[in-house]
RNA sequence: GGGGAGAUACCAAAGUGGCCAACUGGGGCAGACUGUAAAUCUGCUGGCUUACGCCUUCGUAGGUUCGAAUCCUGCUCUCCCCA
């Protein structure tokens, strides 16, 4: 089987002391530059953002989606009738959904596995739902995103190797039934879509080995490693990436789901890897953490009730030279909504200035002495 | 002036003889968060201590009792009703 949708990638850089390297994805919905990190839309919604914001502001270049919460709610027939996702939520910019896979493993009690897919229980109405591979690339054509992924099972970072090896060979099942049908269907509304599968194997080189193979066999327009970032040793999943870097085709991009810190995303990067995407950045905004150029804040603390200072005196955001830490934390002192929103958009605005930095330092040729500093920088709680 | 009710930790509020350093909520202080069931969750919140434990607390001064936030008496203060 051969995936028959082409979606162009082109490496522009390559740094001379890692496996990082720069290069633009082309998408019908606009050309993405990489590495890049993706804002996540689980339900249609950056939340707390504006698109206005993400696209001016943050400089967003492509956000996510969750092929299993749209299905639940506000389900396929509404998107289908906008005219895919991105006509209902106005955002014109490319998309990749997640295929649900990560439910299967979020909500594993209300979820049983079978080769035929996962049955569901959803959390919203307790409701039953079966996503099958075959199941999840209709939704997601419905759906309509630039880039959708196959359907996988996440194990927990903690599971033993017979696990994780029976798991693997449900997600190669489940990724070879995708990828048929995937090749099978068209797009409804006009523009191409990629579809991703998924490395898995946990942290056992041997299985990680055995899955790239496996996925790389599609000769789909990218790869997606997932399972890393569930519970492992930070350490464990880099060797992961390093394990799989010199199998996974240098020509297609490479997305690292679910992750991560601003460290993580940079020794990522070091691994060759050209996507990212973490929830992290728009959460912990809203629960009051700030990601700067100098440091993590908690903005809740004490210490910055009488700092009038700047968010981030570097930052590239249109809220950091507007609000003082004072301010925001006064605002989640007294929860107010707008705390949220200015937090998640300076993450979000830092995340993305990150892998720009990144991306010029590749070109610049010291990627690695720059990502070393930084990672120290970005580690400091202030 | 007469009658009634009440004073518990930062606030509110349980507790009416031992299981009480004292429920619970708020507030405060800190921590967590990685393909989002999260504007969420967790811990601490009298003092010393890593802990065990010890010490000082339920308006105040005494008393009863083996033992008191809890029972009795005086005092101080607050609130409500009537005049």
Request: aromatic share 10%; hydrophobic share 40%.
């Amino acid at each position: 089987m051969t995936i028959t949708e082409n979606m162009k990638f082109e490496k522009t850089a390559k740094d001379p002391d890692s496996s990082a390297s720069c290069g633009l994805l082309y998408t019908d919905h606009g050309v993405i530059e990489t590495p890049i990190f993706m804002p996540v839309g689980t339900s249609g919604t950056v939340k707390a953002v504006f698109h206005r914001d993400l696209k001016n502001d943050i400089k967003a270049q492509i956000i996510l989606g969750n092929t299993y919460h749209l299905y639940l709610r506000p389900g396929t027939e509404i998107i289908r009738k906008a005219g895919g996702l991105h006509k209902f939520i106005s955002w014109d910019g490319p998309i990749l959904t997640d295929s649900g896979g990560y439910q299967v493993f979020s909500l594993a009690a209300n979820r049983k596995l079978t080769t035929e897919g996962c049955t569901f229980r959803s959390h919203i109405d307790g409701s039953k739902h079966l996503f099958s591979p075959e199941v999840v690339v209709e939704i997601q054509r419905v759906i309509g995103a630039d880039i959708i992924m196959a359907l996988d099972e996440c194990p927990p970072g903690d599971s033993d190797h017979a696990y994780a090896k029976k798991s693997l060979k449900l997600t190669k099942n489940w990724l070879e039934r995708g990828a048929v049908h995937f090749d099978s269907t068209e797009p409804l509304y006009g523009y191409k879509q990629a579809f991703f599968p998924i490395v898995q194997g946990c942290i056992y080189p041997d299985l990680r080995i055995e899955s790239a193979e496996h996925a790389v066999k599609l000769n789909s327009e990218g790869y997606a490693i997932g399972g890393l970032s569930v519970g492992e040793p930070t350490e464990l999943m880099y060797q992961m990436l390093e394990v799989i870097d010199p199998i996974l085709p240098k020509d297609k991009p490479r997305y690292l789901m679910g992750v991560g810190t601003p460290s993580n995303i940079l020794e990522g990067v070091a691994r060759g890897i050209d996507m990212f995407d973490c929830v992290m950045p728009t959460r912990n905004a809203r629960n009051g953490m700030l990601f700067t150029s100098e440091g993590v804040i908690n903005i809740k603390n004490r210490k910055w009730a009488d700092d009038l200072s700047f968010l981030d005196i570097n930052g590239t955001s249109f809220v950091d030279m507007v609000y003082s830490k004072a301010y925001l934390r006064h605002l989640f002192v007294a929860g107010e909504i707008l705390g949220a929103q200015i937090a998640s958009e300076h993450n979000l605005a830092f995340y993305l200035w990150l892998v720009k930095e990144a991306r010029n330092h590749i070109k610049a040729g010291d990627f690695k002495a720059w990502k070393n500093s930084m990672i120290k920088r970005l580690e400091t709680k202030l």
